[in-house]
């Protein structure tokens, strides 16, 4: 101790000891949060022994006292500012974290008692700090994952592998369950809710407890926003800043090209998507009756999950029959927060950055010309060719979502409705099977035309760079606009005066023939593993699984553990998608410098 206090008197005399010792002591960090994080698990998730768990927490007080000592240690080590306020608030954590170290110390110190038990679950900020702590480790951990020279393709889907596992052993932990379920089971949950698809084998609402369905929550939250963005912004937002590496490798995962803005962006998206799950939280919350509760803290509970759950486009609910549990159908407002938390939450993020910007540059130009600071100055247009194609296909599509339902399901879901549930429900009937998998009426009794058109709308699924899957609207969108030029006999796909580049024509009919192969090869072998199920039932549950709907004709839990195996990974290869898959597993070429001479080939 002597020496490290003469480190940190004489910083400039022990330089490479000062490095050495800091480079010793964030391994010790990071290994102490994993740790830490790792006996909050067993705690919850397990039943343990009174002297099982007086030994555990004395070893967890230890590592939170370690935690703090370390992590101050580090502070007073480094070269930053006082004017930096991060260190301060590292202190700060660091400072309670001994004082809880302590204090719990002298709970589980003495004989332990129901009411030393009881005093020690209520540490509810201590259990948010070491969830903070071990994701912002992973988060620092993951921003060196460039040091590797992984693909980012390879990375981006490990990410997804990972969660996965993690999220299985999590929901296979006893207090998890009010009952035993089988790994397959765990697994294939786990995915559904890493794929945000929201296909269930056993049902949430009684099958997980609350652990268990926070657990599911956490999945759905984490794989909506994607592995590497949740886990990048833990580590930009304590370590401060990004290297030019880390931006380089974070720009594909959050669609952003201006190196410069990378972390900002990061921030952005973050920010963006609490507001709105917030405000969400808050109006499901206050549209919902307290009958329907046993008390207000599950009434919250059910609006954060279902907040969430909608703009991550999960599907998972906390009812027996979702949205179509008695008491929850004829709730037409809250339908309508869920429906526009679903859109927003399938728009993409780079169009929510996108006006942003815009709205931004607007706004603050105008106050800069009231105030006088400026004369006035032409603002340019922001919104590019991607974020206007997202809008315009985003729009026909739930106007024409909307008419086909309310055309198709009068004589049966919208039968006996009034005229405002009719609007509700068809427009919600519009939204939902755009990745989104929640249900205001029996799937079971939907007239074969609709589900003909849900099959369509499942396909072509959400916008890119969003929280939804499936073929992706601008794919579509492009697909169609390239359909129309050749029928015109035009050389070139134009749209809003620009031309669409050759790659993305490549990329989106590579992207749909993947799509119908996948789908194709899912159909094939369930109705081989299962052939006593329809086909157009069986058909329905793939084209949901691609798209990361969730909607399902009831046949999910009928399904053998080979065709649950097939839906996984149907989930797996709609979410990561199709062409980051083959870009992964395929070998670069390099430049071409040749050309063969050029041959038509009869395709009609």
Known sequence: MKKVFQILSNPDKNLILNKRLKNLIEPLIRYLSFGAFGLFVYHLGYSPSIESLKITSKVFSLFLFLLGILMALKILMSNESIKNRRPIYELIIAFFLVMMALFRWKIFGGDLSEEALNISKRFFVLNILIIVLFFMELGKLSLMVNKLKISPSVVFILSFIILIFIGAALLSLPKSTTVPITFIDALFTATSAVCVTGLIVVDTSSVFTVFGQTIIMTLFQIGGLGMMTFTSFFGFFFKGSLSIENSLYLKDYINENNIGVIGSTLVKIIIFTICIELIGTILVYQLTSPELFTNNTSRFFFALFHSISAFCNAGFSTLYNGL?????????????????????????????????????????????????????????????????????????????????????????????????????????????????????????????????????????????GSTGGGLKTTTFAVAILNTWSVATGRRRVEVFGREISGETLRKSFAAIALSFLVIGLGVFLIMIFNPELELIDVAFEVFSAF??????????????????????????????????????????????????????????
């Open 324 to 464: 179509y549990e008695p008491g929850f159908r004829e709730l037409y407002n809250m339908h309508l927060v869920i429906a526009v938390s679903i859109i927003l939450g399938g728009i993409g993020f780079p169009v929510f950055i996108n006006y942003y910007n815009y709205f931004h540059r607007v706004i603050s130009g105008g106050i800069r010309q009231f105030i006088g600071l400026e004369k006035y100055k032409h603002t340019s247009r922001v919104s590019n060719i991607n974020t206007r194609l997202v809008m315009y296909t985003t729009g026909l599509l739930l106007v024409i979502g909307f008419l086909g339902y309310w055309v198709f399901e009068q004589e049966n879901s919208l039968k006996g409705l009034s005229t405002y549930g009719k609007i509700v429900t068809s427009f919600f009937g519009a939204v939902t099977p755009r990745t989104a998998g929640f249900n205001t009426v029996d799937m079971t009794n939907l007239a074969v035309p609709t589900v003909l058109f849900y099959l369509i709308l499942m396909w072509i699924g959400a916008s890119p």
């Open 547 to 604: 798209a990361t709907v969730g909607l399902s004709l009831g046949i999910t839990a009928k399904l053998s553990s080979a065709s649950k195996i097939v839906i996984m990974l149907v989930m797996f290869l709609g979410r990561v998608g199709t062409i980051t898959i083959l870009v992964a597993i395929s070998r670069k070429i390099g430049e071409q410098r040749y050309r063969y001479p050029e041959e038509s080939i009869i395709v009609s």
